[in-house]
DNA sequence: CGTAATCCCATGATATTCCATAGATATCCA
DNA sequence: TGGATATCTATGGAATATCATGGGATTACG
């Protein structure tokens, strides 16, 4: 499974178009499809970005909803309704929507952060801040990880 | 299987046309029948659509309802009686009859939604409200999606 | 014969592909 | 060790293909 690490700030061109990272595309390169994810992030003024794999992951979790529920109704408004396809051109480049690109605040420069399994896209200046934001907030709670999934939460309806 | 995500805004013309997104296509492209199947959502004011192999899937569940319950009786009224079947035209739309577009409150434009295994047709504006009901519910719900079971995954490595 | 549904093509807009350049990094050989 | 060369990556621009959409022609049907 597509692994995403550390951080690389590239330039976005008037297109819309942005190079992922190269090490984020050879994380990528054993996926049927050539591309990203990406959609908005409920928490933050970011986009996040997964494998597409990962969407057929969520799409089985989502089916064991039922097909015709509420919940299974507003999850799947809330991560599928939103979200794009992206292929990678020729170069390994995406190309980011007016939509997304106002949504993240983004200009002339975006940076691609990697969170393991997914990653996330940045205006620079923007996520500066959340990085001193999280490095704060692991110091003063003692976060740590958690232990390989012992409480598997069902969270069913 | 068909997996359907983003949304796109089409136009509908004076005769009802409107181009199904070619995204959306390309994810039916396997299927025996070139088309989709569409009915009015029980829980909004949109229409639902499928791919025709789903219909199947649709009808395995009913299935699972005692064969002459009412429950039984007023989904599989509900779902299929008021089906239709829409092949596309040579260049990819579909024919909306009045029917369902005044049932949806459709004019100039409708948005097609994509939610994973269907996806549904609303009136632009309507949508956005829906959007964000949807995000709201969650957010305050904490709803999330259950972890993924190990059993039916296929495990990729 | 008239109405409605289907098919077919033209067009503009948009997206995708292709190529060229430059910078950085890695490799190789003296 | 140092310098030259090759390779890979990011970026910009231009050519090309695809898609959405409108109008018109053709067919089916009452």
């Not at 990528?28 to 933050?44: I, R, T």
């Not at 003024?45 to 597409?52: I, N, V």
């Amino acid at each position: 499974m597509a692994l995403f690490l550390s951080n690389v700030t590239n330039k976005l061109d008037k297109k819309g178009r942005i190079s992922v990272p190269s090490a984020f595309r050879v994380a990528m390169k054993e996926e049927d499809f050539q591309g990203v994810v990406l959609f908005q992030s409920n928490n933050h003024q970011c986009l996040e970005g997964f494998a597409w794999s990962t969407m057929s992951d969520i799409n089985n979790r989502l089916d064991h909803f039922d097909m015709f529920s509420d919940a299974q109704d507003d999850l799947a408004t809330a991560i599928f309704g939103s979200a794009v396809q992206l292929p990678f051109d020729g170069d390994g480049r995406i190309i980011l929507s007016k939509n997304l690109i106002d949504f993240a605040g983004l200009s002339d420069q975006a940076v691609f952060v990697g969170l393991g399994s997914k990653f996330q896209i940045w205006n620079p200046h923007d996520f500066e801040k959340r990085q001193d934001v999280a490095r704060k907030k692991i110091q003063s709670k003692k976060l740590t990880l958690p232990k390989s999934d012992d409480q598997k939460g069902e969270g069913r309806s």
